[in-house]
């Protein structure tokens, strides 16, 4: 009895909560409706529509899998130029 227990735990799939890393996520997230809407904004020439929804982007969504690019795209774009 004890082996069938045993072998019942060691065969029986565990199912542990944990969140999907970023990168592997299989629906947009608010991040990435930011990050595309900003690249639009920058195909359109509107570079400060991009920057704002940029800076909106890694403020509110830090830890977004889009928001390092972010922050790169704010440093490469000062205000202004």
Known sequence: ??????????????????????????EDTPGDALFDLAERFGADGDEPGERRTMSFLVERYPDSRHAEA????????PDGQ
């Open 1 to 26: 009895m004890r082996t069938l227990l045993l072998a019942g735990l060691l065969l029986a799939p565990f199912q542990c909560a944990s969140q999907t890393p970023p990168d592997r996520a299989r």
């Open 70 to 77: 972010a922050r790169m795209w704010l440093a490469a774009h």
